[in-house]
């Protein structure tokens, strides 16, 4: 390792090089301002550097310390070429000391490196505050006493700008790790280490912590900062110190001592994906090339070593065949596979199949019966399937009891051991394709094998994207019955484009139709009861007060009276429906019958049950918004409007399953800044909206087994739904609140979503304004300790305090399960712009859930832009 004065030396003649023949070494006085303010030495030779010890640093007063903000900053020229962009990247890439020197602000030609590094500080220093804005301003939190003068003015974190020395990270970093024998060695390392030098502190990773979004160089930042990390060791630095650790990286985001050495395995998913930061601190030429040589360079690849195939390691000429194929895995990373050359299928031991490769490579060794940890006596090619691989298969039509044997061959076709016979081709039907995309099975990419149905079924039409599972991001939308699930589903459908065929059309009219003669029988049958009800009251009261049985004309005096026409229909209708034959009659009944429904939904009998729907159990609030249309909707021509469908009931109720794929404009103000290096933008991620109603739940949860790869649970909860009774399987009735949470409770405990996020959607936020302010929150056992701030001098409205309210409820909740934070958004599914807002939301976070697992841009959850924090609602009783 060069000597610190060799180091000095080096960089010295490098930069004068750099400047033009005969002019002066910029001085020191911009190099680190707070450090040269503090110099009170005699004045030194120009070959000299002022070295400032670390202890020196800690004992400095707050009154000498000068720091320069932002605004100060922008005063001085910065434009600078690319080619001196390039020639500074040049500099740190023949490993040139790191400690900048700084250029007089007047002398803009003859300082390209120290402008360009003032430019990187002005942007990094930019982008903080803009990170702080975001952030509402943390203060650092600083364990060292002493050090914070050097970073506060008046009580407030400053912008300060400086060049810092290794030395005085590490001196944080040892004051973070409290570990004062790593102070005390400080300076006599500095006596054999350049100061500066990326390996200084490179040499010796003890020293750094792993505390979030701490710069590993300059010790400065905090978790909201953005940070690159070392592909090797995992150090972090802010955008300041980003190329003077890394240097030109040859073999991508490394640190200078890191080269050469073999990736932490857990990034391998990153390589070659730029970061923001980054991308601020490179032109787009730079970064193409680091990122291909963060992907291509030897040092960076898999290793056969760290691959076993069929229970055996592979040999060099095994992986540079499986990497060559012509379809080989993506993203491998180290591991243990099982693979089926006859099929191509190609998985994790122990799992089910992850993706078909190129068939008939000679890799690893023998398939074993077990390699999937199959347990259902349906062997493929040897291999014991999976549960959820017979389950497609049999959703497939393709017969598998116990003890068949398959040979499935590369193409898809397939037989039963030993017959001869190719019985047809599992991935021929795009029925079955897209079942197999659902269920995270691999289908051969391309449409290779053709489909033999019909184009116009809603399968085959939307095959190919359905092929492109890799990208595709599930979302499991959850909720009770009547939490609006179904609402928002069909809200995304129309929001994003995913039209409804005519067929599908067709067959919502007819449902709305059949619908509105469900709600009149639901009315009729209330209307007998209140009748009969109303009637034996009557008699009641007229025996005790005349004591003599009377004649009495019982149909006039009782406001749910019908007449005669109108009671036979009431009875054609009523027995039809006890029959459960409803669907027979039309609808062929719906036209000839319209004028009748009309006048009985008019009819004085039914408004007056009508206005009794609260007792009538199973009533939709939508019924009035169908029968009050019952001609119109009744004829041939009638063609349901979006709201029609919106509100019209059963849309989405096949099989409690319902699905669709859509991808929307990517481009947030996020993404944009993400981008803006690149000439092309990532095409728009695809999204699986997957729901399934309750009831589809109560079936033993089969269905979410088989649901592993979700990317994000949303659950559905209607807010007006806490003064609502609900009957639970049991028959039992329970407060529709309670039941809700409860389901919510059974998901998040759940082992599938285990590490899933979760997105709580409050919705019918405009039932819920309306109700609070007549019937109160605490009507609800859970909610019971709400206390709203009184109105007067309170801008939050009641609803607002009762939404956040319950926000939290359910973020205790979930926090007191998974130890993580619940995302909350509230929703009205009515309304598409509010369904496009949540749906916006939730991209955000899947985004920010990508990054946090990337390790690529440390925040922490608490962070969010939508929190509804514990500590933030002021609602919850102080007791
Ligand atoms: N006022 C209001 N009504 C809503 C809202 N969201 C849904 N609804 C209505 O609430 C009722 C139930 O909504 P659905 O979307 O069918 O609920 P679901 O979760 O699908 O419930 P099931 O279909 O019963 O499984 C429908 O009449 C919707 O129109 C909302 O935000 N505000
Ligand atoms: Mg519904």
New binding site residues.
């Given amino acids: 390792m060069a000597s610190e004065a060799e180091d000095e030396k080096s960089w010295k003649d490098l930069l004068r090089k750099m400047l033009p023949a005969g002019a002066p070494l910029p001085d020191e006085e911009h190099l680190d301002y707070s450090i040269a303010v503090e110099y009170q030495g005699p004045p030194l030779p120009d070959d000299d550097l002022p070295r400032v010890d670390p202890v020196q640093i800690d004992s400095l007063q707050t009154s000498s310390v000068t720091s320069l903000s932002v605004s100060d900053l922008s005063s001085i020229p910065v434009a600078v070429p690319v080619a001196q962009k390039l020639s500074r990247f040049n500099r740190v890439r023949n490993g040139a000391g790191v400690k900048e020197p700084g250029s007089s602000s007047t002398t803009s030609s003859s300082a390209p490196k120290s402008q360009l590094d003032l430019q990187n500080d002005r942007e990094g220093s930019e982008f903080e505050g803009a990170d702080q804005g975001f952030s509402s301003e943390l203060p650092v939190q600083d364990s060292n006493p002493q050090q914070k003068p050097m970073e506060t003015t008046g009580g407030k974190r400053a912008a300060v700008v400086t060049f810092n020395t290794p030395r005085d990270s590490e001196n944080e970093d040892d004051h973070e790790n409290d570990n004062e024998a790593d102070r005390s060695s400080s300076p006599q390392s500095s006596a054999t280490e350049p100061v500066g030098s990326p390996i200084a502190w490179a040499s010796s990773p003890g020293r750094r912590t792993n505390k979030r979004g701490i710069c590993s160089r300059c010790g400065k930042g905090n978790r909201l900062k953005e940070r690159e990390w070392c592909l090797v060791c995992d150090a972090k630095f802010c955008s300041n110190c980003l190329l003077k650790a890394m240097g030109s990286m040859p073999e991508g985001r490394k640190c200078v001592s890191c080269i050469g050495q073999p990736i932490d395995e857990s990034k391998r998913s990153s390589l070659g994906k730029c970061s923001r930061i980054l991308s601020r601190v490179c032109s787009p030429l730079e970064i193409r090339q680091i990122m291909k040589a963060e992907k291509e360079c030897p040092a960076n690849q898999l290793r056969p070593e760290q691959l076993v195939v069929n229970g055996r390691l592979l040999r060099e000429e095994e992986l540079a065949e499986i990497l060559g194929c012509e379809l080989p895995p993506q993203k491998l990373k180290p591991g243990r596979y099982w693979y089926d050359k006859d099929s191509g299928l190609w998985g994790k031991e122990g799992e089910k199949p992850d993706r078909i490769i190129s068939s008939k490579l000679n890799v690893g060794g023998k398939l074993r019966f077990d390699a999937s940890n199959g347990n259902t006596k349906v062997f493929m090619n040897g291999r014991e399937i999976t549960k959820t691989e017979r389950r497609v298969l049999k959703l497939a039509k393709v017969q598998c009891p116990p003890d068949t044997h398959f040979w499935v061959y590369d193409d898809g076709s397939y037989e039963e051991e030993g017959q001869n016979n190719i019985k047809g081709n599992i991935w021929g039907k795009a029925s079955t394709r897209f079942i197999c995309s659902l269920f995270s099975l691999p289908v051969p990419p391309g449409n290779q094998h053709g489909t033999n149905e019909d184009p116009t079924t809603p399968s085959s039409r939307s095959v190919p994207e359905y092929l492109e599972q890799g990208r595709v991001q599930k979302l499991l939308l959850f909720?009770?019955?009547?939490?609006?699930?179904?609402?928002?589903?069909?809200q995304a459908k129309f929001l994003y484009g995913n039209k409804f065929t005519p067929e599908e059309l067709q067959n919502i009219k007819l449902m709305i139709q059949s619908n509105m003669y469900k709600y009149l029988s639901i009315l009729l049958e209330g209307r007998e009861r209140f009748e009969e009800e109303a009637l034996t009251e009557n008699r009641a009261t007229s025996s005790a007060a005349e004591e003599s049985p009377s004649v009495v004309d019982e149909s006039e005096q009782c406001i749910y009276a019908i007449n005669q026409r109108f009671k036979h229909f009431s009875d054609w209708l009523l027995d039809i429906m006890a029959t459960g034959d409803l669907d027979a009659f039309f609808p062929a009944a719906t036209r000839e019958y319209a004028p009748i429904v009309d006048e009985v939904w008019k009819d004085s009998a039914i408004q007056e049950t009508y206005k009794r729907r609260e007792e009538l159990h199973c009533l939709?609030?939508?019924a009035k918004?169908f029968l009050d249309r019952a001609i119109e909707i009744s004829s041939n021509e009638y063609e349901p409007s979006e709201n029609d469908i919106?509100?019209a009931?059963?849309?989405?109720?096949s099989n409690g399953l319902a699905f669709m794929e859509f991808s929307f404009d990517d481009r947030s103000a996020m993404s944009e800044l993400y981008n803006e290096n690149y000439e092309c933008p990532p095409p728009l991620t695809k999204y699986q909206l997957i729901?399934i109603?309750?009831?589809g739940l109560n079936d033993g949860c089969k269905w979410l087994e088989m649901f592993e790869d979700v990317r994000a649970v949303i659950f559905?909860v209607?807010l007006?739904d806490y003064d609502q009774m609900w009957a639970q399987g049991s028959g039992l009735l329970c407060n529709k609140m309670l039941a809700s949470r409860d389901l919510f409770e059974s998901l998040v405990r759940h082992p599938c979503f285990r590490n899933t996020p979760f997105v709580l959607l409050l919705?019918?936020?405009?039932?819920?304004e309306?109700k609070i302010n007549q019937v109160p929150l605490s009507v609800c056992e859970w909610l019971k300790d709400f206390s709203p701030v009184k109105p007067h001098g309170n801008i939050q409205s009641l609803a607002q305090q009762a939404y956040y309210y319950v926000a939290v409820k359910f973020k205790e909740l979930y926090s007191s399960i998974t130890g993580e934070k619940l995302f909350v958004a509230q929703?009205?599914?009515?309304?598409g712009t509010?369904v496009d807002e949540a749906f916006k939301y939730i991209r955000e976070i899947l985004k920010w859930d990508d990054e946090k697992n990337d390790n690529f841009f440390a925040m922490n959850g608490d962070d969010s832009f939508y929190s509804t924090e514990m500590s933030s609602s002021p609602y919850v009783r102080q007791e």
């Fill in positions: 909720g009770l019955e009547g939490s609006g699930t179904s609402t928002i589903f069909k939709p609030e939508v918004y919106l509100y009931e059963g849309v989405t109720q729901r109603n309750s009831k559905c209607a007006s919705n019918k936020y405009d039932a819920f309306a929703t009205r599914a009515r309304a509010s």
